[in-house]
């Protein structure tokens, strides 16, 4: 925010950032400082990558253009908006490419939720590695910068569970000049007035959360933790030098070595704290990439400054009538935050945003809504979810900066809640009531994200928000039942999730309200064995749930979870040769279904093989026609003979019935829970 301006600022502010060369002239451009390539639809919305990045560098003073989901096949779609000025800016969209296209079955989705209409096939696979092959084919000088979801949590050598292999770092082989993880906007204007200054990104190692190649040369006043061996116990932390790297495991080792695997997603993973952590180097043949410490969060007067910028709100003009499921998901919704701090070995959130929260202000937050009130005509007084990436985890922190500045635990809320964690949740609270006596807004609502381990800890919060914010149901993720695939997820215990209901109801009844919590579930988690999923089915059953779907588990890039899927090892303790804990994983097709199978116990379509199973397991007591088994012993005519998952129909029944939607990303479709 302190930088002088760029000197294209007079040029003022676009109603849209432009799309093709007749918005330009009507701008009065005669070129684009920057132009930014993404796979997604352009939103003007601060719940999309693209718009946050793109209003943000044109508050610097620099004119952006979009080219939105271009035709990969030639480089000519990438010159409709000319040649820029200073560098291209790559993104995959709001979510991974591959996650995005594919089910964790890898079965090619049909839909895709960020183009209109919901077509699918509109982005190519890896599309950061091939929107910057076009770039660079169409233009070979201009620097390419990468970033968003796909680039962050690929910039190391990587599982990549759609080829089954490990996969160099994004960076090598987009062949991009740096890369920029997290939430990169104060990376992004450093590195585009530098550029503008003519400097070269290349160089720009003194930057924080970005990814660069690195010649062994260049290396010479530092020194390095050598972190690349799982068989070296001796202590590695007692270093002088304040020029201080560390090493993990070369690419070619960790791609031939499961248990070298973990150990780099082990290190890479301690290395997070933006306050303690190191530059992380590994080498790629005979360069390395150099990874510095993750960024700084965002103060929140900068939060309130990156949100205030003047959005559209809603997608760009060129798109007319056509409907855009993402938007039509989030646009009634206010971003609170970012970050989490709960760490759960699945989830990409803490990767990409940090564990460190970031808060907006009342104001900035107030203020929206009311945009949202004045600007939008089809607003009609509903405010369809006020969160982020979690629901509760608003201004929420360490309650004492030092401790927060030295800590290197992996989660604030596992195995227990750190004593030094302030979980008061009355700053939400007032926000909520300030929220609901704006003029024109009948209701808020708070629809799922919610960490129910916190929200026991402010019973005040618990009847605010069931009182005022929950209409007909919540969700919320205990994710498993069974405390050893919930230990691999570092996820609490199911005696959390039996107190809140218990808080829960108890509200509902005061209130003179009937609501339910509709409980999130994952299959085929690392950890995760036939047992642990046949005792969720049965507390399904206990009590009264029927998932229409599921998801099994999706090893994404970077994750905890993807390192024991792949290694068999547990990252989140010391990874040794001999001694280090083995984590069973499910990895085959069939048993990957028999475990979503379990969480469709009710399906006839899955009954054979949930029998078949049983039977193996020595269960065979549960399968009969009695309330206490599982699976009857008899099939419905024209029933079980579809491999085992079974079809989203069914008889009418009187149990609850909910949907399952989670995958090993976080919740699919939902920029505000996962953003890009």
Sequence with gaps: MSYRKYWAHRFGTAPFLPMSREEMDLLGWDSCDIILVTGDAYIDHPSFGMAVIGRTLEAQGFRVGIIAQPDWQGPDPFKVLGKPNLFFGVTAGNMDSLVNRYTADRRIRSNDSYT???????????????????????????????????????RIAHFDYWSDKVRRSVLVDSKADILLYGNAERALIEVAHRIAKGDDPKTMFDVRGCALMRDASMMADWQEIDMTSIDDTAPRDKHENEKIVVRIPSFETVRDDQEVYAQASRVLHVESNPNNARPIVQAHGERDVWITPPPLPLSTKEMDWVFGQPYARSPHPVYGDARIPAWEMIKFSVNIMRGCFGGCSFCSITEHEGRIVQNRSHESILQEIEDMRDKMPDFKGQVSDLGGPTANMYRLACKDDEIQASCRRLSCVYPSICKNLNTNHDSLTELYRKARDLRGVKKI????????????????????????????????????????????????????????????????????????????????????????????????????????????????????????????????????????????????????????????????????????????????????????????????????????????????????????????????????????
């Design 445 to 676: 609502s708070i629809q799922s994200g919610l960490r129910y381990d916190l929200a026991v800890k402010s019973p005040s919060y618990v009847k605010e928000l069931v009182t005022h914010h929950v209409g007909g149901y919540l969700k919320i993720a205990p994710e498993h039942t069974e405390d050893a695939p919930l230990s691999k997820m570092m996820k609490p215990g199911i005696g959390s999730y039996d107190k809140f209901k218990q808080m829960f109801d108890m509200a509902a009844k005061k209130a003179g309200k009937e609501l339910y919590l509709i409980p999130y579930f994952i299959a085929a988690h690392p950890g995760c064995s036939d047992e642990d999923m046949m005792h969720l089915a049965l507390w399904l059953k206990r009590n009264g749930y029927r998932a229409d779907q599921v998801q099994a588990f999706t090893p994404t890039p970077m994750s905890l979870s993807t390192a024991m899927y792949y290694s068999e090892r547990n990252p989140m303790k010391p990874v040794r040769r001999e001694g280090g804990e083995r984590v069973y994983t499910a990895k085959g097709l069939k048993q990957r279904r028999l475990h979503k199978a379990f969480l469709r116990y009710h399906d006839a379509e899955n009954w054979p093989l949930l029998r078949e199973a049983l039977k193996n397991m020595g269960r065979a007591d549960l399968i009969g026609n009695g309330k206490k088994h599982l699976v009857p012993s008899w099939q419905p005519k024209g029933t079980g003979n579809k491999g085992g998952e079974g079809v989203r129909t069914g008889r009418k029944h009187k149990t609850q019935k909910f949907v399952t939607t989670h995958s090993g990303k976080g919740r699919r479709n939902s920029p505000l829970r996962s953003k890009g």
């Design 116 to 154: 209109p209409n919901d077509e699918g096939g509109k982005r190519p696979d890896r599309a950061v590695i091939v929107y910057s092959q076009r770039v660079r084919e169409a233009y070979k000088k201009v620097p390419i910068v990468i970033g968003g979801i796909e680039a962050s949590l690929r």
